[in-house]
């Protein structure tokens, strides 16, 4: 089966650096996505990493270890707009049409 | 903005009830999902599009059915609602030509079940 593992709650100060880590457990790989959700909103794409190394956009990076099953998204200069959940989704194997999401890291972002 | 609206937003309705929700993009991607969300599980697939009248069953299908009859509208139905159904459902389009392409989702429709 399918597993993503993420932190469920982080806290953080504005201006601040925070990292959300993700692992995955899957039986392919294609390709590994972050979202961002406001409370009582859809989530919004983020970024996506299908090779080993840093994508960075912006204030927003992220970063993928496929011999690890590991990811992590940076976020710098934090804002107070950042407080939402982040969500880690894979594309499994060859065949599978579908993206597994972890259960999200929710970040507090506090003055 | 992937041109991705849900109908209704808000839905509240009776055990035992059918309920059809209604996804539909303008912008004719072949690929389409329905997802619900609830506390403590995240994002779980229902049943997914790969084109019309082409569906498969993602990992929570049970009690639910879809039907794609155009490119652009792609139905969930409850046969019978449950409370257990009761969810925050999106509709999501997968961009591009390829089915490992980023994922965009619709506004999403509140479903409670008495």
């Known amino acids: 089966g399918q597993n993503i593992d993420q932190p469920t709650e982080m806290t953080a100060t504005e201006g601040a650096i925070v990292q959300i880590n993700c692992t995955y457990q899957t039986s392919g790989f294609n390709g590994l996505f972050w979202y961002q959700q406001h409370a009582g909103e859809a989530p919004t794409f983020l970024s996506y990493n299908v090779l080993d190394g840093l994508e960075e956009k912006g204030r927003f990076s992220s970063f993928l270890s496929r011999s690890k099953g590991y990811s992590y998204l940076l976020l710098k200069e934090l804002q107070m707009k950042d407080s939402a959940s982040y969500l880690c989704?894979?594309?499994?194997?060859?065949?599978?049409?579908?993206?597994?999401f972890g259960k999200g890291t929710k970040l507090s972002v506090i003055p | 903005d992937a041109g991705i609206t849900q109908s209704p937003r808000h839905k509240v309705t009776e055990t035992g009830t059918p309920v059809t929700l209604r996804c539909h993009q303008t912008?004719?991607?072949?690929?389409m999902y329905w997802y619900r969300q609830d506390p403590g599980h995240g994002l779980r697939l229902i049943h997914y599009?790969?084109?019309?009248?082409?569906?498969d069953k993602g990992e929570v299908s049970d009690g639910y059915s879809v039907s794609r009859s155009k490119t652009e509208d792609f139905l969930l139905t409850l046969e019978s609602a449950t409370s257990s159904q009761t969810s925050v459902y999106f509709c999501?389009?997968?961009?591009?030509?390829?089915?490992?392409?980023?994922?965009?989702f619709g506004p999403g429709t509140r479903l409670t079940v008495l």
């Open positions: 989704a894979v594309y499994s194997g060859a065949g599978s049409y579908q993206l597994t």
């Open positions: 999501a389009i997968s961009a591009g030509t390829s089915v490992y392409n980023e994922q965009f």
């Open positions: 912008e004719n991607h072949r690929y």
């Open positions: 599009s790969y084109g019309v009248k082409d569906t």
